[in-house]
């Protein structure tokens, strides 16, 4: 059963940054819902994200105990995004590269409601399902039956809808006895397995992926591939981050390139790769890095 809902995220102040289901304290006055004919599946809208880190180059163990003494700290600002706006429409898949420190994963956990930005704002259509780094919304001292429950009510799941779902996320995990087992005892792969299973299992309306499958083998990425082509062709929408740009080229109809935070191009993914290795002076070289 689908949900269909609305949310952008928001900052209240004084108060952690929280979803809204009807207005954002950020966004100009209400949100007013989506025509019939509009098929965007998320929004995002000069977003800027921006961490503060206590820092000091090359400390002393003197120099330390006169800065607590004095309760001083040295904050740097970290802007992981800047002013990014993009919309992904209903069915598409959209890729997302850059380098490493782009911003790819601060957007993916931005726009699946993990981080809050600081300026703009995000819309989201529908049910969003994450598959994220490994260990992100999951409790390792509990079994992988105990999280299948646990990611499928974070899903909007009831009970019962879990339970009807459960022996297929097991069948596609391929975990056997194990999911009675701490997950903290899985290896990487086994972790991986189940996460991409129950992610894909929750009926989502969008799935965001983040490089969350680089530890799985090739068996499994073949079967998860099947898999994810199966929900863009129920209609669902796809987020898709990837260093393996063999990845984005098969997959995705559309990317952006990222880079130090901000969106530098989109475009057909042929494009986008073409100009981001261009960029790399990398060439045709960069697309026989580990594929998907």
Known sequence: MHRRCRWCWGVRPGRSPRASSVVCCSCPGSVSSLSASDDVAIRIQNVHVTFRVNVQRNPTLKSTLVRMGRRQQNVREIKA????????HKGQVMGVVGANGAGKSTLMRTVAGILAPNEGRIDIYGRVSTLLALGVGFNSALSGKENVVLGGLAAGLTRKEIAAKYEE???????GDFMELPMKTYSSGMFSRLAFAVAVHMD??????DEALSAGDAHFKKKAAVKM???????GTMLVVSHALGVIKEMCDEAVWLHHGRLIRQ???????EAYTNFLNVGDDALVLEDF
């Open 81 to 88: 995004l800047q002013g990014v706006s993009f919309d992904v």
């Open 204 to 209: 989502p309306d969008i799935l965001i992926i």
């Open 229 to 235: 082509k199966q929900v863009v062709d129920d209609a």
């Open 169 to 175: 996320i097991t069948e596609f995990a391929e975990l």
């Open 267 to 273: 475009g057909k993914p042929d494009e986008i790769i």
